[in-house]
């Protein structure tokens, strides 16, 4: 049984940093690649960012481009948001998500289980 589990939200400033965590179990990590996405109140759940099985290929949205970078350690079965410069509109409840695939996917429908998200507030 696949489990993911999220950590490492919280409320923060603008202009501050978070690292969110995903540890996965129940699957061949290496195997996989792995996304982040995230859904704000009233929007649907976005792309934030994925990185291939193998750690060579990673892929960002343009809205966190320069600010985001994921990463994974296949030592832990864990794979990471760091998060810098943040701001208010990327206050949202995020969700990592294990592909069916080792390639890079941006569309939540390609993505076979989720953690169960964890929430990031950025004050002004």
Same mark, same amino acid.
């Given at each position: 049984? !696949?489990?993911?589990?999220?950590?490492? /939200?919280?409320?923060?400033? &603008?202009?501050?940093?978070?690292?969110?965590?995903?540890? $996965?179990?129940?699957? %061949?990590?290496?195997?996989? $690649?792995?996304?982040?996405?995230?859904?704000?109140?009233? +929007?649907?759940?976005?792309? !934030?960012? $994925?990185?291939?099985?193998? =750690?060579? *290929?990673?892929?960002?949205?343009?809205? !966190? +481009?320069?600010?985001? %970078?994921?990463?994974?350690?296949?030592?832990?079965?864990?794979?990471?948001?760091?998060?810098?410069?943040?701001?208010?509109?990327? %206050? &949202?409840?995020?969700?990592?998500?294990? *592909? =069916? $695939?080792?390639?890079?996917?941006?569309?939540?429908?390609?993505?076979?289980?989720? /953690?169960?998200? %964890?929430? !990031?507030?950025?004050?002004?």
């Amino acid at each position: 049984q !696949v489990q993911l589990v999220e950590s490492g /939200g919280g409320l923060v400033q &603008a202009g501050d940093s978070l690292r969110l965590s995903c540890a $996965a179990s129940g699957l %061949t990590f290496s195997n996989y $690649a792995m996304g982040w996405f995230r859904q704000a109140p009233g +929007k649907e759940r976005e792309f !934030v960012a $994925a990185i291939s099985a193998s =750690g060579s *290929s990673i892929f960002y949205a343009d809205s !966190v +481009k320069g600010r985001f %970078t994921i990463s994974r350690d296949s030592a832990k079965n864990t794979v990471y948001l760091q998060m810098n410069s943040l701001k208010p509109e990327d %206050t &949202a409840v995020y969700y990592c998500a294990v *592909s =069916g $695939a080792r390639a890079i996917f941006t569309s939540p429908d390609r993505y076979n289980h989720w /953690g169960q998200g %964890t929430q !990031v507030t950025v004050s002004s």
